[in-house]
């Protein structure tokens, strides 16, 4: 029996990397999944061709620029009047980018801060009342950098922050029907935009040997303890899961 055949799950930012593995396992596991994206329209159709060829009808797609409140909530309508329930949320979608003390703008602020804060925020909201009838959980894509500020990444930092008190404050006002945890990756997937030069290369090393495991960490690694706080801890809530091989043992 599969564990979560019968139940749909909504990941934010699912077209592509962390979000698709996270995808990809929670069908393997039996549910409905529904691939949240806002620019990355191919990659999100061709993940739920692929899923919809597995078992028919198992997956659909949902565009959305998160930054817009009332689209939040059109995007959960959208949900229950395909399938009329949800079980699962997972607020994946970020957008990441450094911001110099000297050099930040309220636009930098409202970018890091919509997608890192506000949209689990108002999805969240927008979700509880389905998310309560079916005793449902959410869980938040944090950072161990919402502990420990990275260099030069003040605003996403004080984001990420945000979201992980977020992730206990409605671990408690959701609570008893819905279960609210977070996970914390350290380095799993460079960020796109640091490219591969030489420099870039080295900077990434130096990260790695910081790492009590010495190496980086796999989208699986993430999607694996997301689907353990899914399926297997009833009686988890308001707990953040570092997933960074020993990246917080270190300076
Ligand atoms: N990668 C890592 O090593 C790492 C480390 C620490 C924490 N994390 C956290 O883990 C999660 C997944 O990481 P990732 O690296 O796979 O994420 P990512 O590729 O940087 O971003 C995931 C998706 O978020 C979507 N997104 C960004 N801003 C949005 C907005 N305003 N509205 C709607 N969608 C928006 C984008 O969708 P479109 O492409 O469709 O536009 C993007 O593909 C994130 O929450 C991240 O902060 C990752």
């Keep these: 029996m599969q564990k979560l055949a019968g139940k749909v799950a909504l ?28 620019n990355s329209k191919e990659d999100a159709e061709t993940l739920c061709n692929e899923l919809n060829e597995l078992r028919e009808g198992s997956c659909f797609i949902e565009q959305a620029e998160l930054g817009e409140v009332v689209s939040l909530e059109k995007m959960i309508e959208s949900v229950i009047s395909k399938e009329g329930r949800l079980d699962i949320l997972i607020n994946n979608a970020s957008s990441f980018f450094p ?8 636009d930098h602020w409202d970018n890091l801060f919509s997608s890192n804060l506000k949209a ?28 420990r500020p990275l260099a030069e990444h003040p605003t996403y930092c004080a984001a990420k922050a945000g979201l992980l008190m977020l992730t206990k404050s409605l671990a408690k006002e959701l ?5 609210v945890n ?10 796109e935009a640091d490219g591969e030069g030489v420099e870039v290369k080295l900077e990434h090393q130096a990260l790695l040997d910081k790492t009590s495991l010495k190496r980086e960490g796999s989208p699986d690694d993430i999607a ?4 353990f706080l ?9 707990h953040i899961i570092p997933v960074d091989g020993g990246r917080l043992l270190n300076q």
């Design 11 to 38: 990941v934010t930012g699912a077209a592509r990397r962390i979000g698709a593995c996270t995808v990809r396992m929670l069908h393997q596991h039996g549910a409905t999944v529904v691939v949240h994206y806002r």
């Design 224 to 227: 694996k303890a997301i689907s």
């Design 175 to 179: 609570g008893p029907q819905v279960r």
């Design 120 to 147: 689990p925020l108002f999805l969240s909201q927008a979700a509880a009342p389905y998310l309560t009838q079916s005793q449902g959980c959410i869980v938040n894509m944090v950072d161990i950098h919402a502990e």
């Design 230 to 238: 899914v399926c297997d801890a009833p009686y988890i809530t308001g």
């Design 99 to 106: 911001t110099k003390i000297g050099e930040i703008t309220e």
């Design 182 to 191: 977070g996970v914390s990756p350290g380095a799993i997937l460079w960020p």
